[in-house]
Structure formats: structure tokens, C-alpha cells
Nanobody
């Protein structure tokens, strides 16, 4: 089992920045690819970004390319999501997830955090 706990969400004005963290415990963190997903009210959960076990590969949804960055610190068992130039449409609950392989589909991930709310005001 892997336990994931997100933090860093909050309320920010459009154009602002936030950094989300996801702390993992349980099994060896570096054995897992990590992903961030989000779910806005009334919408399905969607892929935001993912990073490979070593951190050498990263994928981003088109909607966040150039604004968001994912990185991980395997020594600290933590993955981060740096969000810049935030827009109201980025408002959602953000979830981190861990899986054996890097992918953009939910089924690629076996473990999920509880989520953290990000609200971007206009």
C-alpha cells in the first residue's frame, strides 16, 4: 500500500501561483510513476501531468503546458506541482496518484490521495 497526502491548495487570484505537494508513505516511492489529476465541479476527473519514476519523463495536458510543472524528490518521497499563471478554469480538486507505469489514464494509477482544493478567482 502507498498512502498519499496532498497539501498546498487554496484560494488564489487569476495570474497567481500555487505549489501543491504530495507526500507518499508506505512502499518505495521511487518505484512509482506519479500523476496529478483534477476534477472540477460537474466534470469528470482529468489528467493534468505525470512524471516517471526517475523524473526523466514528464507529460502535460495541453491545457496546462507552459504554466504547470511537475517534479519529484525521491529522497523526500514527495511529488510537487508548481502552478503558475493560474486561470479560473483551473479551479478544481487536485489529486495525486501513484502507479507502476506513467500514463494519462486513471487506470494507470493504483493509489490516490484525498485531494486538495484549488480555487482561482477572476
Amino acid at each position: 500500500q502507498v498512502q498519499l497526502v496532498e497539501s498546498g491548495g487554496g484560494l488564489v487570484q487569476a495570474g497567481g501561483s500555487l505549489r501543491l505537494s504530495c507526500a507518499a508513505s508506505g512502499r518505495t516511492f521511487s518505484n512509482y510513476a506519479m500523476g496529478w489529476f483534477r476534477q472540477a465541479p460537474g466534470k469528470e476527473r482529468e489528467f493534468v501531468t505525470g512524471i516517471s519514476r526517475s523524473g526523466s519523463r514528464r507529460y502535460y495536458a495541453e491545457s496546462v503546458k507552459g504554466r504547470f510543472a511537475i517534479y519529484r524528490d525521491n529522497a523526500k518521497n514527495t511529488v510537487y506541482l508548481q502552478m503558475n499563471s493560474l486561470k479560473p478554469e483551473d479551479t478544481a480538486v487536485y489529486y495525486c496518484a501513484a502507479g507502476a507505469t506513467l500514463g494519462s489514464l486513471e487506470r494507470a494509477y493504483d493509489y490516490w490521495g484525498q485531494g486538495t482544493q484549488v480555487t482561482v478567482s477572476s
